[in-house]
Nanobody, 122 residues
Framework: QVRLVESGGGLVQPGGSLRLSCAAS????????MGWYRQAPGKQRELVAT???????NYADSVKGRFTISRGNAKNSVFLQLNSLKPEDTAVYYC????????????????WGQGTQVTVSS
């Protein structure tokens, strides 16, 4: 029932900015840990940023100071602001959500969006 839908990707020149959005249905963003991942051509998917239900954020070293993850509670969404973009930021960006199952085993369900393409090129 949980669905994540990313949007906001596109083509931008080096040094430019984009704002990615992830809209959630079937779950509450502010109740769970949200994350952004990316997968560049020929490379493995990597963690970009996360935000916990308590608002604690974490970033990959490669994007610190340039990217910002935030929640939009009124719209049940999470955002990723990408500034000072570099060609190496080119990738498909994926939204991720971890949802506790609530059972005694402490299992956590993980959900993914379909991805949105970010291309940084001159």
């Amino acid at each position: 029932q949980v669905r994540l839908v990313e949007s906001g990707g596109g083509l931008v020149q080096p040094g430019g900015s984009l704002r990615l959005s992830c809209a959630a249905s079937g779950s509450i963003v502010s109740y769970n840990t949200m994350g952004w991942y990316r997968q560049a051509p020929g490379k493995q998917r990597e963690l970009v940023a996360t935000i916990t239900s308590g608002g604690v954020t974490n970033y990959a070293d490669s994007v610190k100071g340039r990217f910002t993850i935030s929640r939009g509670n009124a719209k049940n969404s999470v955002f990723l602001q990408l500034n000072s973009l570099k060609p190496e930021d080119t990738a498909v960006y994926y939204c991720n959500q971890k949802v506790p199952s609530g059972n005694w085993r402490g299992e956590v369900y993980e959900y993914w969006g379909q991805g949105t393409q970010v291309t940084v090129s001159s």
